[in-house]
């Protein structure tokens, strides 16, 4: 069985990427070869999120615990909380052929390259740093001083763009579901993955 691929989706707080990964799993994964790596985090779930599906909610404690034991592919701190991506799990899609989608920023999205350097990196900004505000005091879930920090950090965050194997602007919120769509369609096209399908089905390996 062929393995699944990794990637890595990231964006500044507010650029849509959690609506976006939900629309590519709510409408164009029928056939279950997707997943979506659910991260443990330390802060308190914002409303409408449950636990162990927009993630696994846990304390500080426990959470150092589970670094302590290597349970993490990777984990960082991020606006005074923890946040980390179950190795286990992840590890166990991929060898059963799903291709896997980890939610995480770029420091993250660095320590999975050095351990996968095979995954692909989605990198998603805003069309503005003022939508981006905009966005941000929209969604009503952070103080005002919070949305400054994100605001802050969002041109550190962007900085980083090229360090991923594709961007999407999100501008248009549906241009970019299929954006992303194609994404992964191309790579399941791609010569590596498609070799030994090929080969059997035109029994190109007989002697």
């Known amino acids: 069985m062929k393995k699944g691929t990794l990637y890595i989706v990231s964006a500044p707080s507010g650029a849509g990427k959690s609506s976006l990964i939900a629309s590519i799993l709510k409408r164009f994964n029928l056939d279950d070869s997707l997943r979506l790596s659910v991260s443990h985090t330390t802060r308190q779930p914002r409303p409408g999120e449950v636990d162990h599906v927009s993630y696994h909610f ?3 404690e426990e959470f150092e615990a589970l670094i302590a034991r290597g349970a993490f592919y990777e984990y960082a701190h991020v606006f005074d909380h923890y946040y980390g991506t179950s ?3 992840v590890e166990q899609w991929l060898n059963e052929g ?3 989608l980890l939610d995480i920023d770029w420091q993250g999205a660095r320590q999975i390259r050095e351990q996968t350097p095979d995954a692909k990196g989605i990198f998603i900004v805003p069309p503005s740093l003022e939508e981006l505000n905009r966005r941000l005091v929209t969604r009503a879930t952070d103080a005002p001083e919070v949305i400054e920090k994100r605001m802050n950090k969002a041109m550190g965050e962007i900085s980083h763009y090229d360090e991923y194997d594709y961007v999407i602007v999100n501008d248009d919120f549906e241009e970019s579901v299929l954006n992303m769509r194609s994404i992964i369609l191309a790579n399941r096209s791609k010569l590596d993955k498609k070799k030994e399908e090929i080969s059997e089905l035109f029994d190109l ?3």
């Open 58 to 60: 846990v304390t500080n």
């Open 87 to 89: 190795k286990e799990i």
């Open 98 to 100: 799903k291709d896997v």
């Open 205 to 207: 390996n007989k002697n």
